[in-house]
Nanobody
Framework: QVQLVESGGGLVQAGGSLRLSCEAS????????MDWFRQAPGQEREFVAS??????????ADSVKGRFTISRDNTKNTATVYLQMNSLKPEDTAVYYC??????????WGQGTQVTVSS
């Protein structure tokens, strides 16, 4: 079954760190870019970071540059993408989602994982 499952969210104090994981089950995901988005209460979902299929190229939203790092591991049938989040701020509080767009048209989202940063 083709699906994305996030994990690793939780409650952390400002300045702390969390590492999110997204396991994309299905060999097809190993061929495509993977992204992280987040959505805070009452706000639109926003881009956080992306990584190419090989992991050679990454991009970040300005708000997280220098604090977050995206990486990935590809196995034969699974792609796992990570988001290492350091120096967390209360404004990083949101539900974090991973996403992949397959073959230019099929958009897959995970169910999301809650990150809460207390001040």
């Amino acid at each position: 079954q083709v699906q994305l499952v996030e994990s690793g969210g939780g409650l952390v104090q400002a300045g702390g760190s969390l590492r999110l994981s997204c396991e994309a089950s299905g060999r097809i995901f190993t061929y495509y870019n993977m992204d992280w988005f987040r959505q805070a209460p009452g706000q639109e979902r926003e881009f956080v970071a992306s990584i190419t299929r090989s992991g050679a190229t990454t991009n970040y939203a300005d708000s997280v540059k220098g604090r977050f790092t995206i990486s990935r591991d590809n196995t034969k049938n699974t792609a796992t993408v990570y988001l290492q989040m350091n120096s967390l701020k209360p404004e990083d509080t949101a539900v974090y989602y991973c996403r992949s767009i397959v073959q230019g048209a099929n958009v897959y989202w995970g169910q999301g994982t809650q990150v809460t940063v207390s001040s």
